[in-house]
């Protein structure tokens, strides 16, 4: 995947104008992100980890590592198509094709590309709901259509067990969780992040999700979580997935658990793969927190689009804080 061809243009161009990246806040050496066993399952555990981190490894998922390998392997097949092959096979589909920023529309499509804010990534949005209307030519899609279909199953029976558990621990009186984590909003992120050392891949943010969950590269860093006002490396291990809280998860919770501030460094001279699920709930499922103003996710992502829009960037929970200023 050296092909500078396959990086969208405007990426090519930001590759020449490097950019000072320190950070003023040390990053650790040690690796403590707690660690959850799915098939054994601590709901201690997992509260402290929900509560003290907003992030957790995953082991024992049962997503077969074949799978998870063939995945990895068939997206950086699909990356390493021309820029134009990937954006022609995305025009007309429920599969989009973005670059520059991972702010995306409701569709798909890329929110802000401003030359002054670049993020060094490219990807693509994955309804999963629409997978069935996604065909193409190309083997490379075809074969990440079907491997994402059987990817999807395994996704729904991760979140639905992790969200069940993590509402028992809340004692939530949830009367249909499915309006909580509605499995048709499920959607997969394909990210590419380049090799470079001219920026970052994503800047620091928080998911909107409820949960998030990652299958990175096992060979290549790049995740990084702020804990305790420090930045944390995580770093890859085989066979593991990543799971992080979003911005509805804290809301649901009335703040109990956290939506983890993340962003992710690029290396100078290798790529990195990851692949991300995200669900969300029902857009028009009214969110009651003590913490927080009744909303949907519908208000929700319709305010953080307005303030990427209006400020540049993400303002989330504490537009709806009940203490916020009119």
């Keep these: 995947m050296n092909n500078m061809g396959s990086y969208p243009p405007i990426l090519r161009h930001q590759n020449n104008e490097p950019q000072n990246i320190t950070d003023p806040n040390p990053i650790q050496d040690s690796d403590p992100v707690p660690t959850i066993d799915l098939k054994h399952l601590s709901h201690k555990d997992l509260d402290e980890a929900c509560k003290e981190w907003g992030l957790f490894r995953l082991v024992n998922h049962g997503i077969p590592l074949t799978l998870m390998e063939q995945l ?9 198509l021309s820029f134009e092959s990937k954006q022609e096979a995305c025009n007309e589909c429920p599969i989009t094709y973005f670059w520059g920023t991972p702010a995306l529309t409701p569709s798909g499509k890329s929110l802000s590309k401003e030359t002054q804010n670049i993020n060094w990534v490219e990807g693509f949005n994955v309804p999963l709901c629409k997978l069935d209307q996604f065909q193409h030519q190309l083997a490379s899609f075809e074969s990440i259509r079907v491997l994402l279909v059987d990817y999807a199953t395994h996704l729904s029976r991760i979140g639905t067990t992790l969200f069940e558990a993590m509402a028992k621990n809340l004692n939530l009186n949830l009367k249909d969780t499915k309006s909580y984590l509605a499995e048709n909003t499920g959607i997969v992120r394909v ?13 620091v943010h928080t998911d909107s999700s409820v949960l998030s969950i990652l299958n990175q590269d096992d060979h290549v860093s790049g995740l990084q979580v702020l804990k305790d006002d420090q930045w944390l490396t995580v770093k890859p291990i085989s066979n593991t997935l990543v799971i992080n809280l979003g911005d509805m998860m804290q809301a649901i919770s009335s703040d109990t658990y956290k939506s983890v501030s993340h ?36 208000d929700f992502r319709a305010q953080v689009q307005q303030d990427i829009k209006d400020l540049g960037h993400k303002v989330g929970l504490a537009r709806f804080h009940l203490n916020q200023d009119s």
């Design 72 to 80: 990895q392997d068939v997206t950086k097949q699909v990356f390493s």
């Design 191 to 203: 990210y590419r992040y380049p090799r470079t050392d001219a920026g970052w891949g994503m800047e």
């Design 263 to 298: 962003r992710v460094k690029v290396e100078k001279d290798i790529e990195r793969i990851s692949i991300c699920y995200f669900v969300f709930p029902g857009e028009d499922a009214m969110i009651e927190s003590s913490k927080y103003k009744p909303f949907t996710y519908n």
